[in-house]
């Protein structure tokens, strides 16, 4: 007999079944020799990777995936396991279409200006309509269910780095579902404010960032920008090191602006005086991305001369909600 015609692509489940024992697939591993899949490389680790800022650059609207798939092997495109980061090039007056395959999707306008118009499906349990404006240095969710037409304004390109958690999803097998948000804008100029208010704050020195973290209305207890999407605007002054931390969410960073002499040192260890041991340098790109891996400790470094502005977005919202975020920070040494 024929498998069901809805179901060719899935496993085949034939007439007779009752009969079936069902234990073709099982597989039974020695525990030492699977327990630590990451470790004996059975699924491979997240890389250190950069993403240059070139690949905005010029004409040709463009959704340009930031996808590390081969390296993560995946079959879907991932920059991280649970996460797809995209530039958007726009050229003026350009329209981009994309469509609903995540809980989350997060925009940040690295350049120029213009609006996003959406079409939600779903439960009605957010707008399933609406169109956002956005100009540079804005922030925009919007939730599961949307095709959205991304259209910059006619006067000038628009550039837009976008994350998403379809790659989380393709790896359940799931779909969207209802809309766990509604659509929210964060203005520029108020999280411009937000950070300078952070920054002149009389413990500014003394605090590890020199950061917002972007929250939302429908977040109470993981106080993210979504339930899965994490999004810090930070700065790092001049002449200023933020001394390690690690964190298992993965950040995908985007330097939203510097000039160079500004890194990131990236290790799996630190010594006694919270110094990363041998640790990979990752110089800052304005306009460029970057991946840090889950569990590496990091530090920033600003030798630039000028202040540094980053957007790191990650799958803390996610980890939050396991409660495995397990952030800790480096001991300050003697
Ligand atoms: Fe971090």
Redesign the pocket.
Same mark, same amino acid.
């Given at each position: 007999m024929a498998a069901d015609p809805h179901h060719a692509s899935g496993p085949v489940v034939l007439a007779g079944e009752a009969t079936e024992d069902w234990a073709g697939d099982a597989r039974y591993h020695e525990y030492s020799a699977a327990a630590d899949p990451v470790g004996s490389g059975a699924i491979p680790r997240v890389p250190i990777e950069q993403f240059a800022a070139d690949l905005h650059h010029g004409p040709g609207s463009r959704i340009l995936p930031l996808d590390l798939s081969s390296a993560l092997g995946t079959p879907y495109p991932a920059t991280s396991p649970a996460l797809l980061a995209a530039f958007m090039v726009l050229d003026p007056g350009d329209t981009l279409t994309t469509y609903p395959d995540a809980t989350s999707e997060l925009y940040y306008c690295l350049e120029g200006g213009g609006s996003s118009t959406f079409v939600r499906t779903g439960p009605a349990t957010a707008p399933t309509t609406g169109t956002v404006r956005w100009s540079t240095g804005d922030v925009v969710t919007l939730p599961a269910g949307c095709t959205t037409e991304h259209t910059s304004d006619p006067t000038g390109r628009a550039v837009l780095y976008r994350v998403t958690d379809a790659p989380l999803l393709a790896y359940l097998g799931a779909s969207p579902g209802p809309a766990q948000f509604a659509p929210t804008r964060y203005d520029a100029a108020t999280s411009l404010a937000r950070l300078d208010e952070v920054a002149r704050h009389p413990d500014a020195a003394s605090r590890n960032r020199v950061s917002i973290l972007l929250g939302n209305v429908a977040q109470p207890r993981t106080l993210t920008a979504t339930h899965t999407l994490w999004a810090?605007l930070g700065i790092l002054p001049v002449d200023r090191v933020q001394r390690p &931390?690690?964190?298992q969410?993965v950040?995908l960073?985007l330097i939203v602006s510097c000039r160079p002499g500004c890194y990131s040192l990236v290790g799996s260890r630190v010594d006694d005086d919270g110094a990363i041991i041998d640790p990979v340098r990752v110089d800052w790109q304005g306009g460029g991305a970057f991946v840090?891996p889950p569990g590496l400790w &990091?530090s920033h470094h600003n030798e630039s001369g000028a202040p540094a502005y980053l957007l790191?977005i990650?799958d803390a919202g996610l980890h939050t909600y396991l409660r495995s975020l397990d952030?800790r920070f480096a001991p300050s040494g003697g």
């Open positions: 810090m &931390h690690r964190h969410s950040a960073d840090t &990091h790191p990650q952030i």
